[in-house]
């Protein structure tokens, strides 16, 4: 089936680590983001990507980083520069250029847990 | 003003019961306009794009009237796998504009 996957689903992190998230697609779409979810507010932004090797900051970049060195793939790291990084974490993906009125589709998610 | 805002609900209707959800914007600029549907925990997911013409799928209605910046969601015979939270989402050019969500809950 096609789909976008997120692994893992759960993560518990300590302080001061860095950890990754897993993010693939076999939809063929161009373009991917990574958006951050906390309750009560809306989705929020982290980082898009148009194409590989390519990639934009989004409204709450500090203290995230991706990278997209191919098209199906785009992880992100949650550096321990995040202040407040527990959070759910969802990858998307829509067809042609990002954004431009296309429907956007999400991965399960990843829940991310600093202790 | 946020530039998409939605009732948080919850809502609490009995099963069978019609229910209707609004969502207003104020990004003129939105191309387009869909209403997802989020389980607890769980990611969003597409229930239906919304034309300025309506459109119908199964039990569920969707509006958008761009004079007066809303859309609207028409839910018809609650069933009880219907609760969950509806988030309306704004498309434009340069980003996605996401409401925080109405929650509904269909009671037995």
């Known amino acids: 089936d096609g789909g976008i996957t997120q692994s893992p689903k759960y993560l518990f992190r300590k302080e001061g680590q860095n950890v990754t998230l897993s993010c693939e697609q076999n939809?063929?779409?161009?373009?991917m983001y990574w958006y951050r979810q906390d309750p009560g507010q809306g989705l929020r932004l982290i980082y898009y990507s148009q194409i590989v090797n390519d990639f934009q900051k989004g409204d709450i970049a500090e203290g995230y980083s991706v990278s997209r060195e191919k098209k199906e793939s785009f992880p992100l790291t949650v550096t321990s520069a995040q202040k407040n990084p527990t959070a759910f974490y969802l990858c998307a993906s829509s067809i042609g250029r990002p954004f431009s009125g296309n429907t956007i589709y999400f991965g399960e998610g990843s829940w991310l847990t600093v202790v | 003003r946020k530039e998409v805002e939605q009732d948080p609900g919850p809502f609490n209707v009995p099963e069978g019961a019609t229910v209707a959800f609004n969502c207003t914007y104020s990004?003129?600029?939105?191309?387009?306009f869909f209403w997802y549907r989020q389980d607890c925990r769980k990611e969003p997911k597409l229930l239906m794009s919304?034309?300025?013409s309506g459109n119908e799928d199964g039990r569920f209605t969707a509006q958008l009237n761009r004079a007066s910046q809303y859309i609207s969601l028409l839910i018809r015979d609650s069933k009880l796998s219907d609760s969950a939270t509806y988030l309306c989402v704004g498309a434009g050019t340069y980003k996605y504009i996401f409401g925080t969500g109405t929650r509904l809950k269909v009671l037995a």
């Open positions: 919304v034309y300025s």
């Open positions: 990004n003129s600029a939105s191309q387009s």
């Open positions: 939809l063929n779409h161009d373009a």
